[in-house]
């Protein structure tokens, strides 16, 4: 009897977490309905994906207020065979990719926002910072350009240049 109403159980999980990735309304409503967040909702294919990459660049000033060459807000650092299971280091990635995100939906709403107001705008700023030591002052440029994958070509974009901060009063 227990292996039947495992199995009935089971097999109830399994059509309704297939349900729910379809996009209907009853999907919608059965996840509205899991309040303990049981049924997991895998969007395989997004609908709109990734087509360009990030890249931020900062540099600094000297005392003279002359700029240092532009450099990676993160170099790339060799990967370890552990990566693949506890990889810490990524957090730094995605904190970088989520500030750039952010500052593109800035971009795309209204231009009565001024993005020295946004704190998307202050973390690449304090970003820009830690990764110029020795400089009285910094800047960050953020341009995208196409993904590896991406369909759509095309040089890079401008996406975003800092003013220049006078590196005492960025906060971190």
């Known amino acids: ?10 097999g109830t999980c399994l059509a309704v977490t297939a349900l729910v ?6 999907s919608y409503r059965l996840l509205g309905l899991d309040y303990f967040a049981l049924l997991p909702d895998w969007r395989l ?5 990734m087509a360009s990459d990030f890249v931020v660049l900062s540099r600094g000033f000297d005392e003279q207020q002359s700029p240092n060459r532009w ?3 993160r170099s790339p650092e060799p990967r370890h ?9 990524r957090r730094r990635d995605k904190a970088l990719f989520d500030a750039c995100k952010g500052l593109s939906r800035i971009d795309a709403a209204a231009s009565d ?6 704190i998307e705008y202050w973390r690449l700023v304090q970003l820009a910072a830690q990764s110029q030591a020795g400089a009285s002052a910094v800047q960050f440029l953020v341009f995208q350009h196409p993904s590896l994958g991406s369909i759509q070509g095309g040089p890079p974009r401008l996406f975003a240049l800092s003013g220049v901060h006078d590196r005492d009063h960025v906060v971190g």
């Open 113 to 118: 926002i001024v993005p020295a107001e946004v």
């Open 1 to 10: 009897m227990v292996d039947i109403l495992s199995a009935v159980l089971l």
């Open 45 to 49: 294919f997004a609908p709109d994906p």
């Open 81 to 89: 065979w552990w990566a693949g299971f506890f990889n810490p280091s």
């Open 21 to 26: 990735q379809i996009d209907t309304p009853l």
């Open 71 to 73: 450099r990676h807000i």
